[in-house]
């Protein structure tokens, strides 16, 4: 399975972007979408996830209700809607995708068998 990210850019504080995370093959059964991200000099860090099957979705403290992320099955895509954007969001954003993932580990990157290309979002103050 191949991930193909897209959507970074440059936005002030205050604004929105949205990030898009195709897979190359449709799944069957459970399978996960997640956001990482890493900014530079940090450890990657976990964003979101949700449940392609049930919807279900995972968020980290530091994005709780400013982001949303989102499937579109028919389109093999998960999205990751950012709003309210703050200066410290800015980093390089990875998608991932597993299919066997317990869920105590869903924030854990070692829990996911695919990566996507990083795509960079700056958000100056």
């Known amino acids: 399975v191949q991930l193909q990210a897209s959507g970074g850019g440059v936005v002030q504080a205050g604004g929105s972007l949205r990030l898009s995370c195709t897979y190359s093959k449709r799944t069957s059964g459970r399978y996960f979408g997640g956001w990482f991200r890493q900014a530079p000099g940090k450890e990657r860090e976990f964003v979101a996830a949700?449940?392609?099957?049930?919807?279900?979705?995972y968020y980290s403290d530091s994005v709780k209700g400013r982001f949303t992320i989102s499937k579109e099955n028919a389109k093999n895509t998960v999205y990751l809607q950012m709003n309210s954007l703050k200066p410290e969001d800015t980093a390089v954003y990875y998608c991932?995708?597993?299919?066997?993932?317990?869920?105590?580990?869903?924030?854990?990157?070692?829990?996911?068998?695919?990566w996507g290309q990083g795509t960079l979002v700056t958000v100056s103050s």
């Open positions: 991932a995708g597993g299919a066997s993932i317990i869920i105590s580990t869903i924030k854990s990157q070692h829990a996911y068998d695919y």
């Open positions: 949700i449940n392609t099957k049930d919807g279900y979705t």
